[in-house]
């Protein structure tokens, strides 16, 4: 049988991507802390997570009693992930890591060795739409997670409900017969700071744009 090799080798700078998982099969290997803290990591994004292991701690197995993810209580084989788009090495023995590393056709993440890998979870806020990632290259996980903290702080709830009001912006503006550059115009206007600010001045541009676009006979 043949492996591709895909070694990242820690040489360069890793290349910044956002991937809809939640339709593709997305595999960690592994029962213990490391694993869940991944696994914690992908529901964020409404992924289900194919779980294997031959053991697994009690938080696993609560995920798995609500449905959010699927075990699997053997030990890791090939066949486990040749089909998954990612897979994440998170288990307890660092050649079972490294064989997944080396034999893994698409995504991988070696959680315990991340040169091995030739993809890296990066910490990561979650305001609704908005999604801003931060990654040190593995250089220092501690140092990621202190910036998220800064940014969590700097990018609160209410950037969730304003970008919202963004995209429906966009999406009335998409289809609309207006000039690209009306278009363009309008959306430069709604990321005033006044529409982050007031929920009402949000919905007054909004009834102006149905408005501009479908005007009354």
Known sequence: MK??????????????????????????????????????????????????SPAFIDGIRQLAEQEKVTLYEKEVEYEDYQ?????????NSSPVNEYISRTAIHLVVNAEKPELGNSILPASVNRGK????????????????????????????????????????????????????????????AVQPVFFESKQQREKFLDKLKREIRPTS
């Open 83 to 91: 089909d998954a788009f990612l897979v994440i090495a998170a288990t």
């Open 130 to 189: 908005l999604v801003i990632s931060i990654s040190t290259g593995g250089a220092s996980p501690t140092l990621a997670k202190q910036l998220r903290k800064q940014l969590e702080e700097q990018f609160d709830d209410s950037y969730e409900e304003y970008l919202n009001f963004l995209y429906e912006c966009r999406m009335i503006l998409k289809d609309s017969a207006l000039q690209e550059e009306a278009k363009k115009k309008r959306l430069q206007e």
């Open 3 to 52: 492996f591709s090799k895909i070694y990242r080798k820690g040489s360069g700078p890793v290349f910044p991507i956002m991937v809809d998982l939640p339709n593709y099969k997305v595999v960690v290997a592994g029962g213990g802390k490391a694993a869940l803290q991944k696994i914690k990591g992908l529901l964020r994004f409404g992924i289900h997570v194919h779980v294997v």
